[in-house]
């Protein structure tokens, strides 16, 4: 999914309307976050999303306020508390919690067809909501022509957006039958089998000592206090700058490598557990940990698990996952595998041939062959890992 944002701009009419729908979706996730607070280990399971909807029919027949509203609003709730709850469990992020009104106020709505879009003017744009009807936003660029639901939201400030989420178009492969192999960088974001190697864009230097300053009067500033606020606001939006550039940059990459190549060959890294081995564990403590906290910070910095994902929706069935296992320390040239090999992060010097080669295109083309399917016979050390078996997970029924 990709998510376009834009500015709603509601009559005061409309927002009356529009604050219901969000009064709705906060009660029916509340109702679903209740539910599930009182289940304990041992009880019969807390409802799932399918008892979840059956519930909310019945409450919908017997509360004419409910029913009143948009059954849309209303089951997408329990879908998005759904998809919290698998999200939870798959320890990618916290459970669930009440909401309360005024904060991070929302719904979404699924089904929508392009003629629910509509552009008025240059610059105005108009959004049909249920029961609400057409809604201006402001039309800030193109809205993408495959938009299968959108979200609006309300922040604490009071404005309003919509963001439209679209499944983007398959890139045509270009036929070539060339193979590229991708790997994560240490010294970069990105590095080819092609040579080429990839940055992707942060924080001016510039804008990072004024991120620097203000985190250091965040620091100072009193809990509570006006001046506090302003700080965090300030933070809060160089972070999204910087967010913005990241996502651009990948939306820019992935398009190009589905352009160019017919197959793209990527290393299937766990980023979470790669993330959490950096600060060490009992059995191996904290082996390589001032790399590895660079290479972190590579990763997170570069968005790696998002140009893998964007790749996959722009290249459907084009994508391999390899198994990442010796792909740096493996010689491309005679395929010797030696962890000495890799003398500087930078620098492939192999130990048994000589060859030189930067360190992560050296692994960047481990990549690429073994995707290709080029027999690699190892010498001096356990073989490259095979094709990683595992299908992309389908995310959950949501965003119908
Ligand atoms: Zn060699």
Not at 195 to 205: I, K, T, V, Y
Not at 286 to 310: D, E, H, M, P, Y
Not at 316 to 343: D, F, V
Request: with cysteine.
């Amino acid at each position: 999914m990709v998510m376009s944002r834009y500015r709603l701009q509601p009559s005061p009419a409309q927002e009356q309307a529009l604050l219901v729908h969000c009064g709705h979706a906060r009660f029916v996730w509340n109702l679903a976050v209740e539910q599930h607070a009182h289940w304990k280990p041992g009880r019969k399971s807390a409802p799932g999303f399918a008892e979840q909807c059956r519930q909310l029919t019945e409450a919908r027949a017997e509360f004419e306020w409910l029913r009143a509203g948009s059954i849309i609003v209303q089951q997408q709730a329990l879908k998005d508390f759904a998809q919290a709850m698998a999200n939870f469990f798959g320890k990618t992020h916290k459970r669930p919690t009440w909401r309360k009104r005024g904060q991070g106020e929302g719904f979404r709505i699924v089904a929508v067809t392009m003629g629910d879009v509509r552009r008025l003017s240059r610059h105005v744009g108009e959004v049909r909501v249920p029961k609400v009807g057409w809604v201006r936003f402001r039309w800030s660029r193109a809205v993408p022509e495959s938009v299968k639901s959108y979200r609006v939201t309300r922040d604490r400030a009071g404005r309003w957006h919509v963001a439209f989420a679209a499944i983007p178009e398959p890139v045509p492969a270009p036929g070539t039958g060339e193979v590229v192999g991708v790997d994560r960088g240490v010294a970069v974001s990105a590095a080819l089998s092609t040579g080429e190697l990839l940055s992707a864009p942060g924080l001016r230097d510039a804008e990072n000592a004024r991120l620097l300053r203000l985190q250091r009067k965040l620091a100072r500033a009193k809990r509570g206090s006006n001046r506090r606020g302003k700080v965090k606001a300030a933070i809060a939006r160089l972070k999204a700058r910087e967010t913005d550039r990241r996502k651009d940059w990948v939306e820019k990459t992935s398009t190009d490598l589905a352009r160019r190549f017919d197959v793209i060959a990527v290393e299937d890294l766990k980023i979470r557990n790669m993330t959490r081995s950096a600060k060490g564990t009992i059995s191996a403590p904290g082996k390589n940990v001032r790399q590895k906290a660079g290479l972190n910070r590579g990763i997170l910095a570069a968005g790696w698990g998002r140009l893998v994902t964007r790749l996959e929706h722009k290249a459907p069935g084009r994508i391999q996952k390899i198994n990442p296992r010796h792909t740096s320390q493996t010689c491309n040239a005679c395929k010797h595998t030696a962890g000495e090999s890799r003398e500087r992060q930078a620098l492939f010097l192999c130990v048994a041939c000589g060859h030189r080669d930067n360190a992560d295109v050296n692994a960047a083309k481990n990549v690429r062959d073994t995707a290709a399917g080029h027999a690699v016979a190892a010498r001096g050390g356990p073989p490259l890992g095979g094709l990683a078996n595992r299908e992309p997970q389908r995310g959950l029924l949501l965003v119908g």
